[in-house]
């Protein structure tokens, strides 16, 4: 096949020139269709551009650092498709070699990418897939870049996701600008170590990952439980006879929450990075404590198509199985929304953590009997009531205190509107 000119592609309606960074093939090298060819730098974002064909590379005529306007011819290629990727002798491909790459860029305002600390240089393209990922800036700093000055590119960070993100939870990277965390040299004291287990692990770091990731806020309200604490308190054993199944105040809980998502379906979500994905589903998670005394959440499927008694059904289920070490892998996937029963542990009330991915949680705290001021229209009267706190830990990355009050005070609404005559 004869020679063929690769040109300097078009990469936005408003762009008309590039910078090239590197080239990701050295003159002579053979490459297959699709490998990366070259970067190239623009106002807006960079870009990896890959070989249209399988050939090789035959001579660069334009340099890195160059700055060439769209269409311009960059290499010369023989795109010839029976030449094959050069191997190393043990039969392995050898990555093509960084042939040079752009210097570290302290423009901010020309080419819209920036540094963190002082030696991790950000792309808008890296920047962005760090969004999509929830990568805070502290983790890219701890990313090996294969650029030079460990710039970091697109495969960098792509493959460091692929790894599982290694770096997640490690503490912040000490440098000489900005905050330093203190070296503080805590007496931990003695005594008897207990390493955790493998799911107290997991716990552990799906807890700092949702703290580090969603920034919390936390609104409360109280809700007056006087009817619907009666009316369970009258007819559970009737219920348990003629359902066999225990009536506790979990399904009637769950039931209020979902009537309440589907008044605010937004709540109902979560974030994928500047995409909101609203739930068609309603499923709700239970934060059940295991024998072991760590935590999970069995999940109640389409919780608003379901009535009492299923929910009632589905909940015993997943706490006995819960409490009988047999859950499985379907039965704790795929919640939307999840509700922690503090008030069982005896709690006023609590400051969840959000269940990763999705946009809120619900504590409800103890239900405890108090004596309240109740208006009525012949005069203000002091009665014994059964009250509780409900506790909304949600993501403001997406949830706004508008619409979290709203969706915390319509569950507080329902379970006050319970009706003490409704039939199961």
């Known amino acids: 096949m004869p020679e063929v000119q690769f040109r300097m592609p078009k990469m936005g309606e408003s762009i008309t020139d590039g910078k090239i960074l590197s080239w990701w093939v050295k003159e002579g090298d053979t490459f297959e269709e699709g490998d990366i060819l070259v970067e190239v730098a623009t106002d807006k974002v960079d870009n990896e551009v890959p070989a249209p064909a399988a050939g090789r590379l035959l001579r660069y005529t334009a340099k890195a650092l160059e700055v060439v306007n769209v269409g311009d011819v960059i290499a010369v290629l023989d795109l010839n498709t029976d030449i094959k990727q050069e191997t190393s002798p043990e039969g392995s491909v050898e990555k093509p070699a960084v042939v040079?790459?752009?210097?570290?860029?302290?423009?901010?305002?020309?080419?819209?990418?920036?540094?963190?600390?002082?030696?991790?240089?950000?792309?808008?393209?890296?920047?962005?897939?760090?969004?999509?990922?929830?990568?805070?800036?502290?983790?890219?700093?701890?990313?090996?870049?294969?650029?030079?000055?460990?710039?970091?590119?697109?495969t960098d960070v792509l493959s460091y996701v692929s790894e599982g993100r290694p770096f997640q939870f490690t503490q912040a990277v000490s440098n000489n600008q900005g905050f330093q965390i203190p070296d503080l040299k805590f007496d931990k004291g003695t005594g008897q170590i207990v390493p955790m287990d493998r799911m107290r692990e997991m716990i552990a770091d799906h807890m700092v990952y949702s703290k580090h990731t969603s920034p919390h806020v936390t609104a409360y309200v109280e809700a007056d439980l006087t009817n619907m604490v009666a009316w369970r308190n009258a007819n559970k054993v009737a219920f348990q006879k003629k359902h066999n199944e225990k009536l506790t105040f979990t399904p009637l809980f769950i039931e209020a929450v979902a009537k309440a998502i589907k008044d605010f379906p937004m709540i109902n979500s979560s974030l994928d990075g500047t995409n909101i994905i609203v739930k068609e589903a309603i499923n709700i998670?239970?934060?059940?404590?295991?024998?072991?005394?760590?935590?999970?959440v069995p999940v109640v499927r389409n919780a608003d198509k379901k009535d009492l008694k299923e929910l009632a059904m589905a909940a015993n289920t997943l706490v006995g199985k819960a409490r009988d070490n047999k859950l499985k892998a379907d039965d704790t996937s795929g919640s939307t929304f999840t509700i922690s029963n503090v008030g069982t542990f005896g709690s006023l009330m609590g400051t969840p953590i959000i269940n990763q991915p999705e946009a809120a949680i619900l504590a409800t705290g103890i239900i405890k009997k108090r004596a309240e001021v109740m208006e009525k229209e012949d005069g203000d009267t002091i009665e014994i009531r059964s009250m509780m706190y409900l506790s909304l830990s949600f993501d403001h990355r997406i949830v706004d205190g508008y619409l979290a009050g709203s969706f915390l005070r319509r569950i507080a609404d329902y379970m006050e509107q319970f009706d003490a005559e409704r039939t199961y």
């Open 100 to 154: 040079s790459q752009v210097k570290k860029s302290k423009s901010v305002a020309k080419t819209g990418a920036f540094t963190v600390n002082e030696n991790v240089f950000v792309s808008p393209l890296v920047d962005s897939i760090a969004r999509k990922h929830h990568i805070s800036y502290d983790e890219l700093a701890r990313i090996t870049g294969t650029g030079k000055d460990g710039r970091l590119r697109k």
């Open 285 to 296: 998670g239970m934060a059940t404590a295991l024998p072991s005394g760590n935590l999970i």
